[in-house]
């Protein structure tokens, strides 16, 4: 079974540009969920996906951070503009539903903000 | 408000020692707790997780939990250490009622020296 696809897995960008991030789930996971992991703390959920529905985004910066899934299966999450402290890995990852099920995690995007 | 206090970064211990990783949580209610492991330049994997029931938690790789809800915990332990367990631990809590996402310790960082 195919594991979380993310890409790129890093990104050099000027503060003030913009900056795209994808993910593609397990193949039949409904839920997607993206994570911002600065240097030396936890991930903390950005936005939580059900099918193309949001779920949970109540921690996402919404001012400068956006994210779509579409078709219920692919995502993109979008920095715009980004700051110097937006530099993080951003971790995707999916379940098969909402329940008390475990996370699959993709590798991440390090993202470096100069 | 949910949070999760690993109380240690770093933890260094002897191949073939049993190892103990600490995790301490604060949560309104019964608490859904989980255990993943970061290896280098890859994404969080699961480890296991209590939900309900036995407060022993078999998991993943030979690792095994245990809840207690008197003084708030759910310890990682392994009897017997071994080099490739050397990687980044994380201890999650979610609440039982209310937001449905996942908080995330800082991390402990495992060393099993040879």
């Known amino acids: 079974e195919a594991g979380v696809a993310q890409s790129p897995r890093y990104k050099i960008i000027e503060k003030r540009q913009s900056v795209a991030f994808w993910c593609n789930p397990i193949?039949?996971?409904?839920?997607l969920y993206w994570y911002q992991q600065i240097l030396g703390q936890g991930p903390k959920l950005l936005i939580q996906f059900q099918n193309n529905g949001v779920v949970d985004d109540s921690q996402l910066p919404k001012d400068r951070f956006s994210a779509e899934r579409l078709k219920g299966v692919d995502s993109t999450l979008k920095i715009q503009p980004a700051k110097l402290e937006d530099s993080a890995v951003y971790l995707c990852?999916?379940?098969?539903?909402?329940?008390?099920?475990?996370?699959?995690f993709g590798p991440g995007t390090r993202l470096t903000v100069t | 408000a949910q949070s999760v206090a690993q109380p240690e970064d770093q933890v260094n211990v002897a191949e073939g020692n049993p190892l103990t990783v600490k995790c301490t949580y604060s949560v309104s209610g019964n608490p859904y707790l989980f255990w993943y492991v970061q290896y280098p330049n890859r994404g969080l994997q699961f480890l296991l997780k209590?939900?309900?029931?036995?407060?022993l938690v078999k998991g993943s790789y030979g690792f095994e939990a245990e809840f207690n809800k008197s003084q708030t915990s759910f310890h990682l332990k392994k009897p017997s250490a071994l080099v490739s367990d050397s990687a980044l631990y994380f201890c999650?809590?979610?609440?039982?009622?209310?937001?449905?996402?996942?908080?995330f310790g800082t991390g402990t960082r495992l060393t099993v020296i040879p």
């Open positions: 209590y939900i309900t029931g036995d407060n």
């Open positions: 999650a809590v979610r609440a039982k009622t209310g937001a449905n996402n996942l908080f």
């Open positions: 990852a999916s379940s098969t539903g909402t329940g008390l099920l475990e996370q699959y």
């Open positions: 193949s039949g996971h409904a839920t």
